[in-house]
């Protein structure tokens, strides 16, 4: 039920699933990329989110991470310049108390 919560809500908050595998635990997604024209290059900045769930005994564990892609695309090819780790806390609590709703509203159809 966890995997799904997880799925659902990154899926709802606009990130594409890139891979995900309910037997390790891990997904991947991006977001809608960010371009800005800079003389004759792009420049993008590409959110991403990784996922991972882990059961512990009776216990679920949920790691995110929050990252921007930068790259730079220059006519000719795409050239990474990294990343930024997005540190907020908000972007990550609200993240979890997302996932908790989705968890109780599964919990419910499942009772049912």
Do not use: C, H, W
């Not at 921007?68 to 990294?82: A, M, W, Y």
């Amino acid at each position: 039920m966890v995997f799904g919560s997880v799925m659902s809500v990154l899926q709802d908050s606009g990130y594409r699933i890139q891979a995900a595998d309910l037997s390790t635990g891990f997904i991947n997604g991006t977001g809608s990329t960010d371009r800005k024209r800079f003389l004759s290059r792009v420049d993008s900045r590409i959110p991403v989110v990784t996922a991972f769930v882990e059961q512990y005994g009776s216990t679920t564990k949920v790691r995110l991470n929050f990252v921007v892609e930068k790259n730079i695309f220059d006519g000719l090819s795409t050239r990474s310049k990294g990343e930024d780790i997005i540190l907020d806390a908000a972007v990550y609590r609200e993240t979890f108390e997302k996932i908790d709703q989705a968890l109780f509203v599964r919990q419910g159809l499942q009772a049912k």
